[in-house]
């Protein structure tokens, strides 16, 4: 009786030591399965922060552009926003945002104010962002020239350029009369000295100063 008792007692030992290493072994393994997920994560995180960095590298310089456009026709931004105070036009008081046409993409022809192809569709896109967003603003729509003829002359025809922007506005894309202005700057408020054909060209330009 004694000898199956200790029988018994060493196959309980060896079942709970044989248990103990399983165990053992079960846990390391889902440890070590852990850790390698782990790694794996962060293995991906890096891999994103990467391609983040990658991509505001990439775009570091077109947004230190636009900083550059929009510290240029500023003044005439806040020139607008002066007069729609005054006038009484704003219900918040805001510059939303300003939209600047470039002769490379609202193409006149010379000594003409008729808007072209390309200035249809630049307006088109505009009126689209703008019907999306859904608000109630005041447009200005700003003519300029470059320096190339009398000041009265450009005067003119940078008004006769904003009013063909307001009237296309209005009758393609319903924006009402009474949310739209036209000025000219004429060659009065230039973006670069006009001394060459692509200054002049961006010196050519219509722009929508966008307020709430």
């Given at each position: 009786?004694r000898?199956?008792?200790?029988?018994?007692l060493?196959?309980?030992?060896?079942?709970?030591i044989?248990?103990?290493c399983?165990?053992?072994?079960?846990?390391?393994?889902?440890?070590?399965?852990?850790?390698?997920r782990?790694?794996?994560?962060?293995?991906?995180?890096?891999?994103?922060?990467?391609?983040?960095?990658?991509?505001?590298?990439?775009h570091s310089?077109?947004?230190?552009?636009?900083?550059t456009?929009t510290?240029?026709?500023?003044?005439?931004?806040?020139?607008?926003?002066?007069?729609?105070i005054?006038?009484?036009k704003?219900?918040e008081g805001?510059?939303?945002y300003?939209?600047?046409l470039?002769?490379?993409s609202?193409?006149?022809?010379f000594?003409?104010?008729?808007?072209?192809?390309?200035?249809?569709?630049?307006?088109?896109?505009f009126?689209?962002?703008?019907?999306?967003r859904?608000?109630?603003?005041y447009?200005?729509?700003?003519?300029?020239?470059?320096?190339?003829?009398p000041?009265?002359?450009?005067?003119?025809?940078?008004e006769?350029?904003?009013e063909?922007v307001l009237?296309y506005?209005?009758?393609?894309?319903?924006?009402p009369?009474?949310r739209?202005?036209?000025i000219?700057?004429?060659?009065?408020?230039?973006?670069e000295?006009?001394?060459?054909?692509?200054?002049?060209?961006?010196n050519r330009?219509?722009?929508l100063?966008?307020?709430?």
């Amino acid at each position: 009786m004694r000898q199956m008792n200790l029988m018994l007692l060493l196959v309980i030992t060896v079942g709970v030591i044989a248990g103990g290493c399983a165990t053992k072994e079960y846990v390391r393994g889902e440890v070590e399965t852990s850790e390698g997920r782990l790694s794996d994560r962060l293995a991906g995180v890096e891999t994103s922060v990467e391609k983040n960095q990658e991509m505001l590298a990439g775009h570091s310089g077109e947004i230190d552009r636009l900083s550059t456009e929009t510290a240029e026709v500023s003044k005439t931004a806040q020139d607008a926003l002066d007069r729609a105070i005054a006038a009484g036009k704003l219900a918040e008081g805001k510059l939303l945002y300003e939209t600047v046409l470039s002769d490379d993409s609202v193409r006149f022809g010379f000594d003409k104010s008729e808007l072209s192809r390309e200035a249809k569709a630049a307006l088109d896109a505009f009126s689209s962002d703008l019907i999306e967003r859904d608000e109630g603003v005041y447009i200005e729509i700003q003519g300029h020239t470059d320096s190339t003829g009398p000041d009265e002359y450009n005067l003119r025809l940078g008004e006769q350029r904003a009013e063909s922007v307001l009237r296309y506005l209005n009758a393609e894309h319903g924006l009402p009369l009474h949310r739209l202005s036209a000025i000219s700057y004429g060659e009065s408020a230039p973006l670069e000295e006009n001394s060459t054909r692509e200054a002049r060209a961006k010196n050519r330009r219509v722009a929508l100063v966008v307020l709430k």
